[in-house]
């Protein structure tokens, strides 16, 4: 070969060691190879000027010499695409060490667990769920209900009015939802209503303007005081323990006659005397009764041809005791800390 293309070679050699990545890589092949300015093709390029003797000795060692070079480029090239993949997946290698990425996980708020359980409860004793507004009128909420108009509880002193003319108020317990199935269904019904319930209370450990009930409505021919009992009691030891005893009170309620208060034996002390039952043995968690005949009359029901029986049952009363939470407005606070522990 030529000297001056021996150089060529040697100077090439040289370069070759200044390649590090795809970046010099290209950057030394168009120093040689670049059509325009490459080394070679103006050595190619120059072919015309070289005396016609010498021509074929010249074309010969031009090929040689590009041949080397475009021969050791290819192999250059594969070898810095080896490199960089290297180096890509170090660089983006994942670091199984590093901690995951934390998602919040949402629960259900403590009184809508219990809510459920005691839904379920009713459903698989064949109950339907029954839903009605939390704004109700005065007749659905008191008149049909057999409230008389001198009533406590018609007191602005005890209820959320929301009309100037005390027709409309948020309701102050889940009875209404009552006098709405019956009036649009007839009889027989059997129905269980969850919702929010509102009383003018000053909040303590016990007492919360707003609270959560379900009434049980059930109406049918031959419906009575033993079919009541029965339901509570199974009720009962469903939702705390099988030994759980219920006890019926007579109390009075305006919407049914006769009316009970109902207690179950004490879930902490099965009922020997402790500081939750106040030494009584027992724990006060619904009111029930049978369904007044005046409140069948304004609802379009025969009392002659029907019974039923009635019952309005605190949940949060009952969350309360199933969790041992001390203070009802625990569950109105919003406080995470709280909430995620259920
Ligand atoms: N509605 C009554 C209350 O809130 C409870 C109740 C319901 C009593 C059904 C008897 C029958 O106190």
């Not at 901690?99 to 996980?105: C, M, N, R, T």
């Not at 629960?107 to 459920?116: A, L, N, T, Y």
């Not at 006769?258 to 106040?278: H, L, Q, T, W």
């Not at 619904?286 to 029986?309: N, Q, R, T, W």
Request: proline residues 6%.
């Amino acid at each position: 070969m030529r000297p001056d293309f021996e150089d060529i070679l040697i100077n090439f050699k040289k370069d070759v060691e200044g390649v590090k990545d795809i970046k010099s890589f290209k950057e030394l092949r168009d120093k040689y190879l670049s059509k325009e300015k490459g080394i070679i093709p103006n050595l190619m390029k120059k072919i015309k000027q070289i005396p016609r003797e010498e021509k074929p000795e010249y074309g010969k060692d031009v090929n040689l010499l590009k041949g080397q070079i475009t021969n050791f480029l290819n192999d250059l090239e594969k070898k810095i695409e080896l490199v960089e993949l290297e180096r890509k997946s170090q660089s983006e290698r994942i670091d199984i060490s590093l901690p995951g990425i934390d998602f919040f996980v949402g629960s259900f708020h403590p009184v809508k667990i219990v809510e459920k359980e005691i839904c379920n409860i009713f459903e698989r004793m064949g109950y339907f769920i029954a839903e009605g507004p939390e704004v109700e009128n005065d007749f659905n909420n008191f008149e049909a209900l057999n409230f008389p108009d001198d009533h406590p509880a018609r007191d602005a002193q005890d209820t959320f009015f929301v009309s100037e003319d005390r027709y409309y108020l948020l309701r102050t317990h889940t009875s209404p939802v009552q006098i709405r199935t019956m009036k649009r269904y007839g009889a027989p019904i059997k129905i269980i209503a969850p919702g929010k319930v509102f009383r003018r209370d000053t909040p303590d450990p016990t007492h919360s303007p707003i609270f959560h009930q379900i009434e049980g409505l059930v109406v049918d021919k031959n419906i009575t005081m033993a079919d009541l009992k029965g339901t509570l009691e199974k009720f009962a030891r469903e939702c705390f323990s099988a030994d759980t005893k219920i006890r019926l009170r007579p109390s009075f309620f305006p919407f049914v006659e006769p009316g009970a208060e109902v207690d179950i034996s004490c879930i902490f002390c099965k009922g020997k005397g402790c500081r939750i039952c106040k030494n009584s043995g027992w724990i006060e968690i619904l009111g029930a009764g049978m369904v007044h005949p005046a409140v069948f009359e304004k609802c379009g029901i025969d009392s002659e041809k029907y019974s039923g029986f009635a019952f309005g049952l605190g949940v949060d009363r009952i969350t309360i005791l199933k969790y041992g939470i001390p203070d009802i407005r625990l569950f109105f606070e919003n406080d995470v800390r709280f909430l995620e522990q259920f």
